[in-house]
């Protein structure tokens, strides 16, 4: 294995272990950041390819998450996938254990009630970011914009699982776009 690919290893780790830490309210709250980084910043995937691994990635069991391994197989094969995922998934598990052993302790602080009121709008913004940004991924024609618009709507009157709702609109978008 080259120099280079072992530096592509390192750039995934130190990527993917920043964007974990931000994950505040789950990994839509990301979307913005990660979207900038793996497809702007550092070309790993083209914007389509982003917004298809993150529907891949919602509609497999386990954490949404997962569309990064789309990225790491890209930059290094097989190894690129376990090093993507072990780097979101590490540091956050880690600081999450320390606090966790600690938080009885600190709980009735007000340092720690201020940081639990906190979280709460920093993770509604976050999330509302990763909607948006997902939506101005998405959302590029007019038939786009009435299936989101649909499927919300569906989705908000009948409150059919997500998972129908993203392979209806998919056939739909299929069948119309052709």
Do not use: K
């Amino acid at each position: 294995m080259t120099p280079s690919f072992w530096l592509d290893l390192l750039e995934l780790a130190r990527a993917y272990a920043t964007l974990g830490l931000l994950a505040v309210g789950g990994g839509i709250a990301i979307v913005p950041e990660m979207e900038r980084q793996i497809v702007v910043e550092r070309g790993w995937l083209t914007r389509r390819e982003f917004l298809d691994s993150f529907a891949l990635g919602q509609l497999t069991p386990g954490p949404g998450l997962l569309m990064i391994a789309f990225a790491g197989y890209r930059v290094a094969g097989l190894p690129g996938i376990a090093v993507a995922l072990a780097a979101i998934f590490a540091p956050t598990c880690i600081l999450t254990w320390l606090l966790a052993t600690r938080w009885e302790r600190w709980r009735r602080s007000p340092v720690a009630r201020a940081v639990e009121r906190g979280l709460g709008p920093v993770a509604v913004g976050l999330l509302a970011a990763g909607g948006l940004s997902l939506t101005r991924l998405a959302v590029g024609d007019v038939l786009t914009a009435a299936i989101a618009v649909v499927g919300t709507l569906v989705l908000w009157r009948f409150g059919l699982a997500p998972a129908v709702i993203v392979f209806g609109g998919g056939a739909v978008g299929w069948l119309l776009g052709r």
